[in-house]
Every structure is written in C-alpha cells, then in structure tokens.
Nanobody
Framework: QVQLVESGGGLVQTGSSLRLSCTASGHTFSSYAMGWFRQPPGKEREFVAAISWSGGSTYYADSVKGRFTISRDTAKRTVYLQMNNVGPEDTAAYYC?????????????????WGQGTQVTVAS
C-alpha cells in the first residue's frame, strides 16, 4: 500500500511564496514519477507539475510555468512544489500523486496513487 502525505498548505498573500511537501511511504520511491494536481473551488481537478523517477525531467502546466518548481529528494522520499508569485487563481486543494513509471515526463502523469490533499488559499 502506497501512502502519500502532503503538507505546507495555508493562507498566503498575493505575490508571496509557499512550498508544499509530499512524503511517500510503502513503495520504492525511485520507481515512481511524481506529480502535483490541484482542484480549485467548484472546478475539476487539474494537472500542475510532474517529475520523473530520476528527477531528470519535469513537466508543467502552462498556468504555472515559470512560477512553480517541482523537485524531489530520494533520500527523504519527498517531492516538493515551490510556488512563487502566487495569485488568487492558485487557490485550490493541492494533491500529490504517484505513477509507477521509469520514463521521462513529457505529459501529465497518470496517477496510480493520490494523497489526501492540502489546501492553499491566496488572499488578494
């Protein structure tokens, strides 16, 4: 059983920065591509960012490209989402996800597992 636990969400002001973390357990972390998705209020869940099993490739949604950075620390079994210059449009529940894959990421991952989510609210 794979468990993904997110942390780092909260209430922030427009233009500020925030870092989300997702710690994984129950599987071989290095065999999984990891990603972040989000679900804004009243909307469907959408892809945000992905990183390959090795960390060698990343892929971003156009809406966050240049502002958000995904990274992973294999020793800590943790994936991060650094969010800079956030705005009200980034308000959402953010979900960590894992796909068993040893390929590079050139598109959104197709999750096999999901975390429970962490809320990010950006005040204008």
């Amino acid at each position: 059983q794979v468990q993904l636990v997110e942390s780092g969400g909260g209430l922030v002001q427009t233009g500020s920065s925030l870092r989300l973390s997702c710690t994984a357990s129950g599987h071989t972390f290095s065999s999984y591509a990891m990603g972040w998705f989000r679900q804004p209020p009243g909307k469907e869940r959408e892809f945000v960012a992905a990183i390959s099993w090795s960390g060698g490739s990343t892929y971003y949604a156009d809406s966050v490209k240049g502002r958000f950075t995904i990274s992973r620390d294999t020793a800590k079994r943790t994936v991060y989402l650094q969010m800079n210059n956030v705005g009200p449009e980034d308000t959402a529940a953010y979900y960590c996800a894992a796909e068993r894959s040893l390929r590079g990421v050139v598109e959104p991952i197709r999750p096999d597992y999901w975390g429970q989510g962490t809320q990010v609210t950006v005040a204008s």
